[in-house]
């Protein structure tokens, strides 16, 4: 009766099924840090092309436009996209207020 109550001690092994669930948890964490870092390079926060412009007094959209875009052709696509751009409502320019310029 002694005899049964010591077993030799065994190290227990991961079941294969385990094995095959952390290599699989371990494949999904390194594929989602690569799409973070992926992401980060193409949708990066140095605002590639984006130009910032404080405004002046007597300053308008308009002018704004012309200055940075060229006076020739319809500008008010640009205007469009900078009051866009910059969340603009339908208060005027306040000067000293930088606004984000849109790639043309």
């Known amino acids: ?14 079941r294969p099924w ?15 840090a690569l799409l973070v870092l992926l992401a980060n390079a193409v949708y990066g926060g140095d605002g590639h ?4 412009v404080q405004v002046r007094p007597g300053d308008t959209l308009w002018t704004i436009a012309a200055v940075h875009y060229g006076g020739g052709g319809d500008l008010r ?13 339908a208060g005027g ?10 790639p043309p």
Not at 21 to 26: G, M, S, T, W, Y
């Open 1 to 14: 009766m002694i005899a049964d109550l010591y077993l030799p001690y065994r190290i227990p092994r991961p």
């Open 93 to 102: 320019l306040t000067p000293g207020e930088s606004l984000v310029l849109p």
């Open 18 to 32: 385990r094995r095959r669930r952390r290599r699989l948890l371990a494949a999904l964490v390194v594929v989602a």
């Open 77 to 89: 696509a640009r205007v469009d996209d900078i009051v866009t751009a910059n969340h603009l409502g």
């Open 49 to 52: 092309g984006f130009e910032q």
